[in-house]
């Protein structure tokens, strides 16, 4: 996966060295994107004060985040707990759960 400067994200086939663009959602740029491989999911931020989680295999997002204060700078998953980690530029650390329902 890739992103743009233009805040599209690219999902890349290494075989035939082609990508499939998710559709725009973020206004402003895009700074870390994380695989949840567990779920076919990929939760992406942006400076726009947005985590979006897109299913990869659809190419569609299931789930918007709307940040109240400033953006988040960057995020992990951690398997063992099912949970997303985002910090955020306010020096918090928030934790987010979810679990796929479909």
Known sequence: MTADTESNIHIWNLENETSKQLPKQHTKP???MKEIPQYKVVAVCSLDKLII??????????????LDTVS???????????????????????IWSFERSD
């Open 53 to 66: 989680l897109w299913d990869i295999i659809k190419r569609h997002a299931i789930q918007e985040i709307k």
């Open 72 to 94: 988040v700078h960057s995020m992990t998953y951690s398997i063992d707990f099912r949970v997303l980690f985002s910090a955020g530029y306010e020096n918090h650390i928030n």
């Open 30 to 32: 895009i700074i870390d």
